[in-house]
T-cell receptor
Framework: GENVEQHPSTLSVQEGDSAVIKCTYS??????FPWYKQELGKGPQLIID?????GEKKDQRIAVTLNKTAKHFSLHITETQPEDSAVYFC?????????????FGKGTHLIIQP | DAGITQSPRHKVTETGTPVTLRCHQT?????MYWYRQDPGHGLRLIHY???????DKGEVSDGYSVSRSKTEDFLLTLESATSSQTSVYFC??????????????FGEGSRLTVL
């Protein structure tokens, strides 16, 4: 089955700086790579995703890049703000087939220092 | 808002007792999932369903069973709870109606403590 590794486990950055979280996956058949943000006491919330026919996707201050050859993808947050503090999860799956669900990384606790 | 309601939101129980967690959705979605979240492990899939009475095991299914007798409800049962099942349980749905497109939307979670 799929295995997703996520680094770092904790990331502390100054407000206004950029943050980068990296993930690798093992199953070359995976073709859908979402990122989730989880605030304390809440469920994970989908913030951005990318499919394997695209190398990069941006949504305002958030971007995701995908390197299918190397089997890694990254989340980039620019101009970080206090409300970006949360736990972020990457995930991977093969979509278009069955209902197998997402395989998640173990999460990155992002801390934005004022 | 994907219209997911989990109940109970918090439960404390004793080892050996049965526990059932309920996930209720209001919009007739086909695919439903149960995950558990533990520190250092992220989210791990327990069971999932792709229709009424159609369920399958995930990565960490031992000690859990599920049922889906109607589209809107997906039940997770711990027949005899153990301390290792202390966790936060999340229900998720996919908005896809036919072919699963991958996106999952999560409920607010059910925190279970087994003493």
């Amino acid at each position: 089955g799929e295995n997703v590794e996520q680094h770092p486990s904790t990331l502390s950055v100054q407000e206004g700086d950029s943050a980068v979280i990296k993930c690798t996956y093992s199953d070359s058949a995976s073709n859908y790579f979402p990122w989730y943000k989880q605030e304390l006491g809440k469920g994970p919330q989908l913030i951005i995703d990318i499919r394997s026919n695209v190398g990069e996707k941006k949504d305002q201050r958030i971007a995701v890049t995908l390197n299918k050859t190397a089997k890694h993808f990254s989340l980039h947050i620019t101009e970080t703000q206090p409300e970006d503090s949360a736990v972020y999860f990457c995930a991977a799956t093969f979509s278009g087939g069955g209902a197998d669900g997402l395989t998640f990384g173990k999460g990155t606790h992002l801390i934005i220092q004022p | 808002d994907a219209g997911i309601t989990q109940s109970p939101r918090h439960k404390v129980t004793e080892t050996g007792t049965p526990v059932t967690l309920r996930c209720h959705q209001t919009e007739n979605h086909r695919y439903m999932y149960w995950y558990r979240q533990d520190p250092g492990h992220g989210l791990r899939l327990i069971h999932y369903s792709y229709g009424v009475k159609d369920t399958d095991k995930g990565e960490v299914s031992d000690g859990y069973s599920v049922s889906r007798s109607k589209t809107e409800d997906f039940l997770l049962t711990l027949e005899s709870a153990t301390s290792s099942q202390t966790s936060v349980y999340f229900c998720a749905i996919s908005l896809a109606q036919v072919t699963n497109t991958g996106e999952l939307f999560f409920g607010e979670g059910s925190r279970l403590t087994v003493l």
